[in-house]
């Protein structure tokens, strides 16, 4: 039977009582999963939280803030050293159906080929699809996977090039031939920089139907800001990676289409594209030798 090692990083994850639904749900799975938690130096309760009401977790404390793929990277590296079949990345802003690893591992096992596989990310509430999921699917997929149909096959997945982290099913090979997040990314762009890499490796992204998470955020200020976020993290995937083919034209792109309407944005575009140079060829190989070295940008 395979084996499946549930990863959850943390910041203040008492936050709308995100981390007691994020773990309860996984608790509740009927496909049984370890749990790691790294935890990125919270400034609320969130570690005395869990240490208290799910004692069985194991609980990973950071002293800083080391972003999202650094902190991933610990419980990747343990999923290896302790010889699970899978990783499991969920946010603690998100929480998952009690079917949803057994869909998702039912479907990695019969088809080898994909390194990640995603469910369908709903909003908070299970009423719609969540609004930046619905970005990577293709206009003829969004519509039918929008809430309330069926698809024909019971097993159909949906290939795509990218699927944010929220919920990442992944499996050994992957993590063994593709390595760990880039620390050059704290948050943002770090999944588009992996799901790059996983595709140059010859592996399969895809998205699996009749399989659910809920995510919660909303379309508030805050969202925006992490839109622009995000787009500024594309300027860096372009940088940072060596087989991502749209290269210049695609941040160019986004620099014209979003830059020139946000001074704020276009402000940290220019400091990206000054400071980047320093932060990938210095800083990338300092970070790298964390976690025993586990990072493996790949090569050919």
């Known amino acids: 039977m395979s084996t499946v090692l549930s990863i959850i990083v ?10 007691d639904t994020c773990l309860n749900s996984l608790v509740n ?22 240490q208290q009401h799910f004692p069985h977790v194991q609980l990973v404390c950071a002293d800083k803030n080391l972003g999202f793929g650094r902190a991933n990277n610990i419980g990747l590296e343990a999923c290896l050293n302790k010889d699970y079949h899978f990783a499991f990345l969920l946010n603690q802003d998100a929480s998952v159906q009690p079917d949803t690893l057994s869909k998702l591992i039912a479907i990695a096992e019969k088809y080898p080929a994909y390194g990640i596989l995603s469910p369908i990310h709903l909003n908070a509430d299970g009423s719609a699809l969540d609004d930046n999921f619905s970005n990577y699917l293709d206009k003829a997929n969004r519509k039918r996977l929008t809430l309330g149909e069926v698809s024909e096959q019971p097993e159909n997945v949906y290939d795509c090039d990218f699927v944010n982290a929220a919920a990442w099913l992944m499996s050994r090979k992957c993590i063994e031939k593709v390595g760990g997040f880039s620390p050059v990314f704290f ?14 490796h010859n592996l399969k992204i895809c998205i699996v139907d009749h399989t659910y998470i809920y995510h919660d955020r909303k379309t508030t200020h805050q969202a925006q800001n992490a839109r622009w976020k995000r787009t500024l993290a594309s300027i860096k995937v372009a940088y940072a990676n060596p087989f991502e083919k749209k290269g210049n034209l695609y941040f160019i792109g986004h620099l014209m289409k979003y830059g020139f309407k946000n001074p704020i944005f276009l402000r940290h575009i220019l400091n990206t594209l000054i400071t980047f140079p320093y932060r990938f060829f210095f800083k990338c190989k300092e970070n790298s030798m964390e976690n025993g070295a586990f990072l493996r940008l790949a090569t050919k």
């Open 10 to 19: 943390t910041y203040n994850g008492l936050t709308n009582n995100w981390i």
């Open 29 to 50: 799975s009927d496909f049984y999963t370890d749990i790691i938690v790294i935890d990125n130096a919270s400034t609320d309760h969130t570690k005395l939280y869990i």
């Open 187 to 200: 948050h943002y762009g770090e999944d588009d920089n992996y799901c790059d890499r996983v595709k140059w």
